[in-house]
């Protein structure tokens, strides 16, 4: 599921950056259980929030993509 791939991407960029969730989520202006969602993979990131992942993590949103199989 490409959901789960940007979900677990998504959640190693946020501890490596040392964010909690709660800390993240709020930075992203989603719920917990928003972000939740994404990093288990049951929900797709919109567009609005990789942007706003990207620019909270100062990444770039392809280094946030799951690799091309």
């Not at 979900?7 to 969730?21: C, E, H, P, S």
Request: proline share 6%; net charge positive; aromatic share 6%.
């Amino acid at each position: 599921m490409e959901a789960d791939k940007w979900g677990r991407r998504i959640r190693a960029f946020r501890k490596l950056k040392g964010y909690t969730q709660d800390s993240f989520s709020k930075e992203l202006g989603v719920s917990v259980s928003v972000l939740g969602e994404i990093e288990r993979g049951n929900r797709m990131p919109p567009a609005d929030i990789l942007r706003k992942a990207s620019q909270v993590l100062r990444v770039s949103i392809e280094d946030i993509a799951p690799p091309e199989e």
